[in-house]
């Protein structure tokens, strides 16, 4: 799996997939004013890449697109890639596309949610059994500080009954993967994780201190108000081919029924993903996904106070003056889904 700042590139033609097995493509033209996907992932989760990946082999043909480019990205140049017009639709996290609309740098939309929970976890390197063990002045990381990164890991710490001031709060860049070899190098006393570490980090002898699903709209679909004002209906066909692939990667009593096609279809970009990530798709499915692009107007009121509460945006800022969920509406009304979120 690539590093996530390392920017990696696939091309792949639709036609040619769909004949191999997705759906049919469309004959002739597709109808859309723009048919081919341009996408940037600020994720390089090999969770995310597989859905990613077989969205755009076994939906999107019979949508109209006859390519796809899907471009993986640091997070935080995603919005960057918007601009420049290297990609027309990207996801990355709400609080750097808010924070973005919010400065009024570039007029953006969210046309979606990617992920309408979060899976909290905190993990400690070996030696640190419970929270009894965390002394004052353990060096504990969430990435970040003072963002929505230290919010969340002083949440975690205050609700363990740890008083956050008590600890000494670091950055620590690199993602969970490096805070999770930190903590087995035994360089950082605890640290804020993904499903895929906890294997790795217990059997190297960590422990898992907490570990819960929070409503948390934490990453979106977005693109410049001017794509989406030109070019809706490719817009809202990409919507579509989305929540059709999250759905079908969530089908099954145990959410894995298509896991190992879903495999198969990322390998074959380059993507490797690991026994551990493989084997927590289903808690990544029921505790960060949103599986129909939506999520509820109360998690995105409180998703936005709380980033007030940081002044990574202005107390006035108000999403819906920058969302458009009737894509979402109506891929939801087209696949018999509930609407979310409901009218606002």
Excluded at 22 to 33: I, K, N, R, W, Y
Excluded at 44 to 73: R, V, Y
Aim: a negative charge.
């Amino acid at each position: 799996m690539p590093a996530k700042s390392l920017r990696v590139v696939f091309v792949v033609m639709m036609l040619s997939l769909a004949a191999c097995g997705g759906q049919p493509a469309p004959e002739g033209d597709s109808g859309l004013s723009v048919n081919t996907i341009s996408y940037a992932s600020g994720s390089s989760d090999a969770m995310d890449l597989m859905i990613q990946w077989s969205t755009a082999e076994l939906f999107a043909p019979s949508l109209g697109f006859t390519d796809a480019e899907i471009i993986i990205l640091d997070d935080t140049a995603v919005i960057a890639a918007l601009v420049s017009g290297e990609a027309w639709m990207g996801q990355t996290g709400t609080s750097l596309i808010w924070a973005a609309m919010d400065q009024g740098d570039v007029d953006l939309v969210i046309v979606g949610i990617d992920k309408d929970d979060e899976v909290r976890i905190l993990g400690t390197r070996p030696g640190i059994a419970s929270v009894a063990d965390l002394a004052p002045g353990s060096k504990i990381s969430g990435g970040d500080v003072g963002d929505w990164d230290e919010l969340v890991l002083r949440e975690i710490l205050t609700e363990l009954g740890v008083d956050p001031d008590t600890m000494d709060i670091i950055a620590f860049g690199g993602g969970a993967d490096a805070r999770m070899q930190a903590m087995i190098a035994g360089q950082l006393d605890a640290g804020i994780q993904q499903p895929r570490n906890i294997g790795p980090l217990t059997r190297a002898g960590g422990a898992i201190l907490y570990e819960e699903a929070v409503p948390a709209p934490q990453e979106a679909w977005v693109v410049t108000r001017e794509f989406f004002d030109e070019h809706s209906d490719t817009v809202c066909a990409m919507v579509k081919a989305r929540i059709q692939g999250k759905q079908w990667a969530a089908e099954g009593s145990d959410r894995r029924a298509n896991v190992e096609e879903a495999r198969d279809i990322v390998m074959k970009h380059g993507i490797e993903p690991t026994d551990d990530e493989l084997a927590d798709w289903q808690r990544e499915i029921e505790g960060n996904l949103s599986l129909d692009g939506g999520a509820t107007v109360a998690s995105l009121d409180k998703h936005v106070a709380n980033l007030q509460s940081l002044d990574v945006v202005s107390a006035d800022f108000d999403w819906r003056d920058h969302s458009d969920f009737s894509c979402v509406w109506e891929a939801q009304e087209e696949l018999g889904l509930p609407q979310r979120p409901e009218s606002y």
